[in-house]
Protein backbone atom coordinates (compact mmCIF):
# COMPACT_ATOMS: atom_id res chain seq x y z
CA UNK A 1 0.00 0.00 0.00
CA UNK A 2 1.48 3.36 -1.06
CA UNK A 3 0.65 6.29 1.53
CA UNK A 4 1.00 10.22 0.32
CA UNK A 5 1.65 12.29 3.58
CA UNK A 6 1.86 16.01 2.81
CA UNK A 7 2.56 19.16 5.25
CA UNK A 8 3.52 22.98 4.95
CA UNK A 9 0.17 24.44 4.38
CA UNK A 10 -0.96 27.36 7.02
CA UNK A 11 -2.12 30.75 7.09
CA UNK A 12 0.12 33.35 5.49
CA UNK A 13 -0.33 36.94 4.65
CA UNK A 14 0.02 38.15 0.94
CA UNK A 15 3.27 38.30 -0.24
CA UNK A 16 4.39 35.96 1.79
CA UNK A 17 5.90 32.09 1.51
CA UNK A 18 5.31 28.64 2.26
CA UNK A 19 7.00 25.22 1.26
CA UNK A 20 4.57 22.49 0.68
CA UNK A 21 6.21 19.02 1.16
CA UNK A 22 4.82 15.54 0.10
CA UNK A 23 6.30 12.62 1.05
CA UNK A 24 5.42 8.88 -0.04
CA UNK A 25 5.78 5.68 1.82
CA UNK A 26 5.24 1.85 0.87
CA UNK A 27 6.02 -0.58 -2.23
CA UNK A 28 7.11 1.85 -4.39
CA UNK A 29 8.61 0.57 -7.61
CA UNK A 30 8.90 3.55 -9.47
CA UNK A 31 7.24 7.23 -9.34
CA UNK A 32 7.10 9.32 -12.91
CA UNK A 33 5.03 12.58 -12.75
CA UNK A 34 4.81 14.56 -9.27
CA UNK A 35 2.21 17.31 -9.19
CA UNK A 36 0.64 19.79 -6.79
CA UNK A 37 -3.10 20.65 -7.60
CA UNK A 38 -5.46 23.00 -5.71
CA UNK A 39 -9.20 23.13 -4.93
CA UNK A 40 -10.79 26.24 -4.12
CA UNK A 41 -13.95 26.16 -3.35
CA UNK A 42 -17.03 26.28 -5.45
CA UNK A 43 -14.29 25.46 -7.77
CA UNK A 44 -12.83 22.50 -9.51
CA UNK A 45 -9.18 20.79 -9.04
CA UNK A 46 -6.56 22.51 -10.95
CA UNK A 47 -3.12 21.69 -12.14
CA UNK A 48 -0.69 24.43 -10.13
CA UNK A 49 3.06 22.45 -11.00
CA UNK A 50 3.82 19.17 -12.08
CA UNK A 51 7.35 17.79 -12.58
CA UNK A 52 8.37 14.74 -14.60
CA UNK A 53 10.95 11.87 -13.85
CA UNK A 54 13.37 13.73 -16.03
CA UNK A 55 13.22 17.36 -13.95
CA UNK A 56 11.06 18.79 -17.09
CA UNK A 57 8.41 21.26 -15.18
CA UNK A 58 4.79 22.42 -16.03
CA UNK A 59 3.10 25.65 -14.01
CA UNK A 60 -0.59 27.04 -14.26
CA UNK A 61 0.12 30.64 -16.06
CA UNK A 62 -0.92 31.74 -12.59
CA UNK A 63 1.43 30.69 -11.15
CA UNK A 64 4.80 30.98 -13.07
CA UNK A 65 7.28 32.80 -11.87
CA UNK A 66 6.11 32.71 -7.87
CA UNK A 67 6.02 29.07 -7.46
CA UNK A 68 8.64 26.41 -7.58
CA UNK A 69 8.04 22.68 -7.83
CA UNK A 70 11.05 20.26 -7.13
CA UNK A 71 11.65 16.77 -6.35
CA UNK A 72 14.27 14.00 -4.39
CA UNK A 73 13.71 11.09 -5.49
CA UNK A 74 15.96 9.00 -3.29
CA UNK A 75 13.24 10.35 -0.69
CA UNK A 76 10.18 9.87 -2.65
CA UNK A 77 9.32 13.54 -1.75
CA UNK A 78 7.93 16.36 -3.73
CA UNK A 79 8.29 20.24 -2.69
CA UNK A 80 6.44 23.11 -4.06
CA UNK A 81 8.11 26.64 -2.77
CA UNK A 82 5.53 29.33 -3.33
CA UNK A 83 6.44 33.22 -3.24
CA UNK A 84 4.79 36.24 -3.61
CA UNK A 85 1.60 34.38 -2.56
CA UNK A 86 -1.91 36.01 -3.14
CA UNK A 87 -5.26 35.52 -1.76
CA UNK A 88 -6.70 34.12 -4.78
CA UNK A 89 -3.68 31.17 -4.19
CA UNK A 90 -6.11 30.07 -1.17
CA UNK A 91 -7.25 26.51 -1.15
CA UNK A 92 -6.40 22.79 -0.45
CA UNK A 93 -3.66 21.66 -2.14
CA UNK A 94 -2.77 18.14 -3.02
CA UNK A 95 -0.12 16.38 -4.26
CA UNK A 96 -0.21 13.67 -6.68
CA UNK A 97 2.06 10.63 -7.74
CA UNK A 98 1.93 8.71 -10.85
CA UNK A 99 3.52 5.12 -9.89
CA UNK A 100 3.20 3.51 -13.68
CA UNK A 101 1.44 0.57 -13.68
CA UNK A 102 0.90 0.49 -9.24
CA UNK A 103 -1.91 3.75 -10.79
CA UNK A 104 -1.90 7.26 -9.09
CA UNK A 105 -1.62 8.14 -5.82
CA UNK A 106 -3.25 11.39 -4.16
CA UNK A 107 -2.26 13.26 -0.66
CA UNK A 108 -5.04 14.16 1.98
CA UNK A 109 -4.97 17.85 0.99
CA UNK A 110 -3.38 20.82 3.05
CA UNK A 111 -4.92 24.03 3.20
CA UNK A 112 -2.86 27.00 2.11
CA UNK A 113 -4.58 30.63 2.97
CA UNK A 114 -3.10 33.70 2.32
CA UNK A 115 -5.73 36.47 4.19
CA UNK A 116 -3.99 39.58 6.16
Known amino acids: QVQLVESGGGLVQPGGSLRLSCAASGSIFRINTMGWYRQAPGNQRELVARISSGGGTNYADSVKGRFTISRDNAKNTVYLEMNSLKPEDTAVYYC??????????WGQGTQVTVSS
Open 96 to 105: RMALGIQGDY
